[in-house]
């Protein structure tokens, strides 16, 4: 396979877009009528009944036919977007892949403050990564009407028309009033070049600056095949293949559960050296501290995030934990109960050795927490709380920096990309790299610390385990 079709079944996409691709494709999957959700159940699909029908008229001429992306409510909070064809032209057939052009992608409108972080991604300049919008593409590459999604727990829903294309406007409930969250979708289907975009607006975005966005986006065909602004999409039939797989309960297996043997054999104590996957690489934590303020932190390196977790007097706010009841097709998300828990700071003294006899450049280093306990028999990831039989509630949102596994702190920033690299280890010499991360009070007995540079946060592999694991707590 060529790397022009290839790079379309696998593009490059920023991990919250992905996530929350992959929570909105499980959402939509594990919909039914009780409202009640959970990761298991991947097994059951969506059955949307059709019904009061919200047909706004956008129709619009575009490629060799007029197309509407048509909106129907599905109960009281669910809609049905589909891509219909109102009037074809002879020989329009669905598009070859090779058919489909690469094409650039302009955006002819920012609000004021707005910048470029990424291709296709924009944030205001005060909430740098933090909101704004991020757009995905997919390639009609089974055609242009087969273009069909659902959604439940939506707000408000509209047609319209962005410059010439037809689109469809959502929104969801925004529960988190203090935080900035992704709670509304657009999708525009260019069905001249055969690509849909989706685009997603956080709350710091109007609805009209988020339409005017849309409205002013261009898709140009291009011979180029690479360049900051050519569009990486991915084809509309892996996506369908992906949801079908998650579906029928398939896909990438992610194990979260070993036996303790496997587990205390790859677990070392602070003081403890052992060898990194990396050849001639070793590492030792030498150090774990654990405080309520920022104290053991170089303030220069310290970011706003880590900041405002602060109060007026130094030291670490307590996290707000909401416990939320899904939202579907009847029914919007709604927060049943919410508690405060107490924050740490983790910080931790890595001491990395080259045991070999040449010189190590550009060594990456990466530090997470995780979280595991022992359950029926077995040491398992937890990744969030997860509710009981007898809980009203689905999700369990923490809002505090302790929700994160990754590290928010390390003070080494060398190597070629200036970010978490040691420029050069020369053999026998050792180079120290300080790390922290904010965890809850209540769950420092469970957590370790892994170095894998794979990350491995929220599930067991390969690479994880070879590396092993370092207990938080004596």
């Known amino acids: 396979m060529r790397f022009e079709n290839l790079k379309h079944d696998f593009p490059e996409m920023p991990e919250e877009i992905r996530t929350m691709i992959r929570r909105e494709v499980e959402k939509q999957i594990k919909a039914e009528p009780s409202g009640h959700r959970t990761r298991k159940a991947v097994h059951r699909t969506?059955?949307?009944?059709?019904?009061?029908?919200?047909?706004?008229?956008?129709?619009?001429?575009?490629?060799?036919?007029?197309?509407?992306l048509q909106l129907q409510k599905t109960g009281e909070h669910g809609v049905s977007i589909d891509l219909t064809e109102q009037e074809s032209a002879a020989g329009n057939a669905a598009p070859a892949s090779a058919d489909i052009?690469?094409?650039?992608?302009?955006?002819?409108?920012?609000?004021?403050?707005?910048?470029?972080t990424e291709p296709g991604k924009y944030s205001y300049e005060a909430a740098l990564h933090q909101g704004g919008v991020s757009m995905a593409f997919y390639r009609m590459d089974t055609g242009d009407d087969a273009f069909e999604v659902q959604h439940g727990d939506v707000l408000s829903s509209e047609e319209f028309t962005a410059g010439g294309?037809?689109?469809?406007?959502?929104?969801?409930?925004?529960?988190?009033?203090?935080?900035?969250?992704?709670?509304?979708?657009?999708?525009?289907?260019?069905?001249?070049?055969?690509?849909?975009?989706?685009?997603?607006?956080?709350?710091?975005?109007?609805?009209?600056?988020?339409?005017?966005?849309?409205?002013?986006?261009?898709?140009?065909?291009?011979?180029?095949?690479?360049?900051?602004d050519v569009v990486v999409a991915q084809n509309w039939s892996v996506r369908q293949k992906n949801a079908g797989q998650l579906s029928e309960g398939g896909g990438i297996e992610i194990i979260t559960a070993v036996?303790?043997?496997?587990?205390?054999?790859?677990?070392?104590?602070?003081?403890?050296?052992?060898?990194?996957?990396?050849?001639?690489?070793?590492?030792?934590?030498?150090?774990?501290?654990?405080?309520?303020?920022?104290?053991?932190?170089?303030?220069?390196?310290?970011?706003?995030?880590?900041?405002n977790e602060t109060d007026a007097a130094g030291k670490l706010r307590p996290a707000t934990i909401q416990y939320i009841k899904e939202g579907n097709q009847d029914a919007l998300s709604e927060v049943i109960r919410s508690r405060e828990v107490p924050q740490k700071l983790v910080y931790a003294t890595v001491e990395y050795t080259n045991t070999g006899s040449e010189e190590l450049s550009d060594v990456l280093f990466f530090g997470s927490l995780v979280r595991i306990r022992e359950a029926a028999g077995q040491m398992q990831i937890l990744s969030e709380e997860t509710p009981s039989g007898s809980d009203e509630w689905d999700r369990a949102v923490n809002h505090g920096l302790s929700a994160f596994r990754e590290m928010l702190y390390y003070d080494v920033r060398e190597g070629t990309e200036h970010k978490n690299y040691i420029a050069s280890i020369k053999p026998g010499e050792t180079a120290a790299v300080h790390m922290a991360w904010i965890a809850t009070e209540e769950e420092l007995p469970e957590l370790y610390l892994s170095l894998d540079t794979y990350g491995g946060s929220y599930e067991f592999n390969e690479s994880s385990l070879k590396t092993g694991y370092v207990s938080i707590l004596p």
């Open 46 to 68: 969506l059955a949307a009944s059709l019904a009061a029908a919200m047909l706004c008229g956008a129709t619009v001429f575009a490629g060799v036919g007029i197309y509407r």
């Open 259 to 307: 036996s303790e043997e496997q587990l205390l054999e790859h677990l070392h104590a602070p003081g403890e050296r052992f060898p990194m996957e990396e050849q001639g690489l070793a590492a030792n934590v030498t150090d774990i501290r654990i405080t309520d303020d920022l104290s053991p932190l170089d303030p220069s390196l310290v970011d706003q995030d880590l900041k």
């Open 165 to 228: 294309h037809p689109g469809v406007y959502l929104k969801y409930p925004d529960l988190y009033e203090e935080d900035i969250t992704f709670n509304q979708r657009i999708y525009v289907a260019y069905t001249d070049v055969h690509y849909v975009m989706e685009m997603y607006a956080a709350s710091d975005v109007s609805k009209e600056e988020a339409l005017k966005i849309a409205e002013s986006v261009k898709l140009i065909p291009t011979e180029d095949t690479a360049g900051e």
């Open 101 to 116: 052009p690469n094409v650039r992608l302009e955006v002819g409108y920012l609000p004021q403050g707005m910048v470029q």
